[in-house]
C-alpha cells in the first residue's frame, strides 16, 4: 500500500509539473502566434554602447504604438536553462491589444554593455532609446513608459528632456527616481530628513554587479546572444544575508564587505552628502527641471517614498508650463506595500491590520490610458477619471478628490503636553488642542549601541530586517526612549488626509542627533497601528546645503521632514505620536558624535530632551477633513 501510495504521489507529481510546462509552452505559443519576436536587440546609444533590448509586437504591416519598460532587474527569458515566461505574459497582454511592448535593461545591467551605476545612468540613454524606437518602420512615433519602483524611477528625469514620442507615462511606486522636491531631499530614497535610509545596503548587495565578475565581449552578436541566453543568463546568485543582524555591522561603508558581497558602486555612495553633487549628474529628478508629459501615478501609504512621492504629483500640477501638462496628471494612492497595487484583495491585511477590499477600483484603468494617450481613442478616461483616488484607512474604502490633499483638507495643531515624564505610554505625555503654558520637557536617554527597533512602518527592499506595514505598537511602546503623547478619546470619528507636520523643540548635550517621529491610531481596546513616520538629521535642521552643529542645552527648534497618510479616526479611537531619536534599521543610527555616521564604530549616549511650552510650542499639525 505504501508502494502503491508512493506511485500515485509521483504520477500526480508527474502530471503536475508536465501542466505546469504545457502553460509555459502555452504562453510562449500564444505569442508566436499573434506576435514577431525579436530578442537581445543591441540598442546604440550615442557613445556607442550598446542595450540590450527584447521587442514584441504584432504581427501586422501597420506601425503600431509601443509601451517601453526599462530596467535594471533581470528580464532574461531562461533561468537556469528554464523557460521563464513572466515577461511574456506581460508582452502578449500588450501585444492582443495592439502594441509593440519594449523591455530593455539599463546600460551595464546583464547583457547591456557599459558601467552601470544606481540613480545615475545617463538620462542620454532614455533619450536615445525613445529615438530609436520611434524610427523604427513597425513604430507609430508614440511610446508609453511603464513601472514600478526601479523600472519606474528613470520615467521622470528622463521626461524632461521632452523628446517627441515620449507621449505618456504610467510610474508606481516611483520614489527612487525622485530627488529634491521642496521640503524632500531624497535623493533617490538614500535619505529621510538627511538620515540614511538602509534600504540600499540590502537591496545592492543583492544587485550590483561585482566589477571582477565575467562580463560577455563588446560587440558581440545578436545571434550569440539568443543562443547563450538559453543557459548563460549573467544573474548572480548571491548567498542569502540575515539582514536583521547584517544591518547592524558598523562602520556602515563595511556592511557589505562584512557579508562578503560584492564590491560596487555601494562604497562610493554611502559617503555622499545629500547635497553632493553627483546627485544632480545622474538620472534623478530634481524640482529645476521641467515636466510636462501626461502622467498617471501610482503610490502606496505603506510605501518608503509616499510623500515625496505626493509632493512629486502637486509639484508637477503646480509648475508644469503647458495645459497638457498640468490637466494631465492623474494619481491612484493604495494602502498597501511597495509595488503590491494588484495583489490587493477582498480582505487585505498591511502587516497586521485589515483594510477590507482595497483592491484597485478599475485596475484595467492603465490599458485605457494609453488607449487614450498611444492609439488617440476617444473612450472618455479623461473626463471619467477622478484626478485623485486615495484609499482611507479605518474607513477602510477609496475616496475621490480634484486635489491632494483634498480641499476639505484644514490643517488643525495638536500640542505635545506631559509633567515631564511622557516616556512609555504608560507615562503622562497627553495630545492636545491647548497650548501648553509651563516647559516641563520630557528627558530620555539614546545610546546608538541599543536604538528604537524598527517595527512595521512604510519600508522597501529591507530583506528581513523590517516587515513593512502596520503592527500594534504597544509593546515596542514600553521603552523608556520613546516619548509618547496620545489624545483624549474622540467624541466623533475624523479624517486625516494629506501631509502631516511637526515642529519640535530638542536640547541634547551632543553635538548632533536625531529626531524621529511616528503617527499612530490607537484603538479602543488599546492596540495602537502605525500610519506613517519621519526623521531628521538635526544637524540638517536650517537645510542641507549645510551642517549646523548643536550647543549643549541650548533649545533648538527642529522641522521635521512631513509625513502623510490618509486615516478615519473612529469615535472612541485615540491619536497617538511617539517621539525619539533612532528608528533602525529603517534609517541608520546617528552616533552622536557630529562625525560622518558611515565610517564609524563607536558612538556616544545623547541625553535628549523635547521642550513643549508657551514659549516652545512642540505640535504636529493634522489635516482634518471637514465634509
Same mark, same amino acid.
Request: hydrophobic share 35%; with cysteine.
Given at each position: ?323 497638457? !501638462? #498640468?490637466? %494631465?496628471?492623474? =494619481?491612484?494612492? +493604495? ?7 494588484? *495583489?490587493?484583495?477582498?480582505? &487585505? ?70 509633567? !515631564? #515624564?511622557? %516616556?512609555?505610554? =504608560?507615562?503622562? +505625555? ?7 503654558? *509651563?516647559?516641563?520637557?520630557? &528627558? ?184
Amino acid at each position: 500500500m505504501k508502494k502503491f501510495n508512493l506511485y500515485l504521489g509521483l504520477l500526480v507529481l508527474l502530471l503536475f509539473s508536465a501542466d505546469l510546462f504545457a502553460q509555459e509552452k502555452s504562453i510562449l505559443a500564444q505569442l508566436e502566434e499573434v506576435a514577431i519576436i525579436d530578442q537581445k536587440v543591441m540598442m546604440p546609444m550615442r557613445d556607442g554602447v550598446r542595450l540590450a533590448t527584447d521587442i514584441y509586437r504584432p504581427k501586422t504591416d501597420q506601425p503600431v504604438p509601443i509601451v517601453f519598460s526599462r530596467t535594471p532587474y533581470q528580464f532574461n527569458s531562461y533561468r537556469d536553462g528554464e523557460l521563464v515566461t513572466r515577461t511574456m505574459q506581460t508582452a502578449l497582454e500588450y501585444v492582443k491589444r495592439g502594441y509593440a511592448y519594449v523591455v530593455q535593461n539599463e546600460r551595464g545591467r546583464f547583457f547591456s554593455e557599459g558601467e552601470w551605476e544606481i540613480l545615475g545612468a545617463p538620462l542620454t540613454d532614455g533619450y536615445d532609446a525613445y529615438e530609436w524606437m520611434s524610427n523604427q518602420s513597425w513604430s507609430n512615433g508614440k511610446i508609453g513608459a511603464i513601472g514600478c519602483s526601479s523600472t519606474a524611477e528613470w520615467q521622470m528625469a528622463v521626461a524632461s528632456l521632452d523628446h517627441p514620442a515620449n507621449t505618456a507615462l504610467v510610474a508606481q511606486g516611483y520614489g527612487a527616481g525622485v530627488g529634491r522636491i521642496g521640503n524632500y531631499y531624497e535623493q533617490g530614497n538614500w535619505y529621510r530628513g538627511g538620515a540614511g535610509q538602509m534600504l540600499f545596503t540590502a537591496w545592492l548587495y543583492g544587485v550590483q554587479h561585482d566589477p571582477m565578475a565575467p562580463k560577455l565581449p563588446e560587440g558581440i552578436s545578436q545571434e550569440d546572444l539568443q543562443r547563450i541566453q538559453r543557459f548563460y543568463d549573467m544573474g548572480p546568485r548571491y548567498p542569502r544575508v540575515d539582514w536583521s543582524q547584517g544591518l547592524s555591522h558598523l562602520p556602515v561603508q563595511d556592511i557589505i564587505k562584512n557579508v562578503n558581497g560584492p564590491k560596487g558602486i555601494y562604497e562610493e555612495m554611502i559617503t555622499r552628502k545629500p547635497n553632493d553633487p553627483k546627485w544632480f549628474e545622474g538620472g534623478l529628478f530634481h524640482d529645476d527641471m521641467d515636466f510636462e508629459k501626461p502622467a498617471f501615478w501610482f503610490v502606496s501609504w505603506y510605501d518608503v517614498a509616499s510623500s515625496p512621492n505626493l509632493a512629486m504629483y502637486n509639484h508637477i500640477q503646480k509648475n508644469a508650463k503647458t495645459e497638457v !501638462g #498640468k490637466n %494631465n496628471q492623474f =494619481l491612484i494612492i +493604495g494602502p498597501t506595500l511597495h509595488c503590491a497595487f494588484l *495583489r490587493a484583495t477582498e480582505n &487585505t491585511v498591511v502587516g497586521e491590520r485589515s483594510m477590507g477590499d482595497a483592491r484597485l477600483p478599475d485596475p484595467e484603468i492603465t490599458y485605457a490610458w494609453f488607449d487614450y494617450w498611444l492609439k488617440g481613442e476617444d473612450n472618455g478616461i479623461l473626463e471619467s477619471m477622478p484626478k485623485v483616488t486615495y484609499f482611507t484607512m479605518g474607513k477602510n474604502e477609496w475616496q475621490t478628490s480634484d486635489t491632494w490633499p483634498p480641499k476639505e483638507a484644514q490643517m488643525t495643531t495638536y500640542f505635545l503636553d506631559s509633567k !515631564g #515624564k511622557a %516616556n512609555s505610554r =504608560l507615562g503622562d +505625555g497627553v495630545l492636545s488642542t491647548k497650548r501648553p503654558g *509651563r516647559d516641563n520637557p520630557d &528627558t530620555f536617554q539614546y545610546d546608538p549601541m541599543d536604538p528604537v527597533t524598527s517595527y512595521g512602518g512604510n519600508v522597501c527592499c529591507t530583506g528581513n530586517a523590517v516587515q513593512g506595514g502596520s503592527f500594534d505598537q504597544q509593546e515596542m511602546e514600553l521603552r523608556e526612549d520613546i516619548l509618547v503623547y496620545t489624545s483624549e478619546p474622540l467624541a466623533e470619528g475624523i479624517e486625516v488626509s494629506g501631509f502631516i507636520e511637526a515642529k519640535l523643540y530638542l536640547s541634547t548635550d551632543v553635538k548632533d542627533t536625531d529626531l524621529t517621529i511616528k503617527i499612530i491610531d490607537v484603538y479602543p481596546d488599546g492596540r495602537a497601528y502605525n500610519l506613517d513616520e519621519t526623521i531628521q538629521r538635526v544637524r540638517y535642521r536650517e537645510g542641507y546645503e549645510k551642517e549646523v552643529f548643536m550647543e549643549s542645552g541650548k533649545v533648538y527648534e527642529v522641522n521635521m521632514t512631513p509625513m502623510s497618510t490618509s486615516n478615519y479616526f473612529e469615535k472612541g479611537h485615540r491619536i497617538r505620536i511617539e517621539v525619539s531619536s533612532s528608528n533602525f534599521p529603517r534609517f541608520d543610527r546617528n552616533m552622536n558624535t557630529g562625525g560622518n555616521n558611515y565610517d564609524e564604530s563607536e558612538g556616544i549616549v545623547a541625553t535628549n530632551k523635547i521642550h513643549h511650552s508657551s514659549r516652545y510650542p512642540s505640535s504636529i499639525q493634522l489635516p482634518i477633513v471637514k465634509r
